[in-house]
């Protein structure tokens, strides 16, 4: 049997506003949003792949805890998109004041990486291949 990822999942205080960033920054284009789990909204979004994006509030009685948009920590750390020009996305997403972690970083081998902070403490990698 073969496992493809399906979905990334965040959990966000305002899925709508989350989804609007990404639509914005990241062409994402909303598929649904509705109540799936009872009690939460859940938007579902279309990415330029096969893996969609998926935000939704926390349901009742979940933490407050926040996770954190650094390179520090166990478990999921982040997710990554590919980009054609790194330089340029991170020019853009810095005129328009989105924080930058880490910046354009050249790898052996000659892909390009940077990471951003989305919202809602999501640390996102943006990859160049290599030419």
Do not use: C
Not at 60 to 69: F, I, L, T, V
Request: no cysteine; proline share 5%; hydrophobic share 40%.
């Amino acid at each position: 049997m073969t496992y493809a990822i399906n979905h990334v999942h965040i959990r966000a205080k305002d899925p709508h506003v989350s989804a609007k960033w990404y639509e914005k920054f990241f062409g994402a284009q909303m598929m649904f949003s509705k109540e799936i789990m009872p009690g939460t909204i859940t938007i579902s979004l279309a990415m330029d792949g096969p893996v969609r994006l998926n935000i939704s509030t926390a349901p009742a009685g979940s933490s407050d805890e926040r996770g954190n948009a650094e390179l520090n920590h166990l478990g999921l750390e982040h997710f990554g998109f590919s980009v054609e020009d790194v330089d340029r996305e991170i020019q853009n997403l810095e005129e328009s004041a989105v924080r930058i972690v880490m910046p354009v970083t050249e790898l052996i081998g000659g892909a390009k990486i940077a990471y951003i902070e989305g919202p809602d403490d999501v640390l996102i990698e943006l990859v160049q291949a290599p030419e």
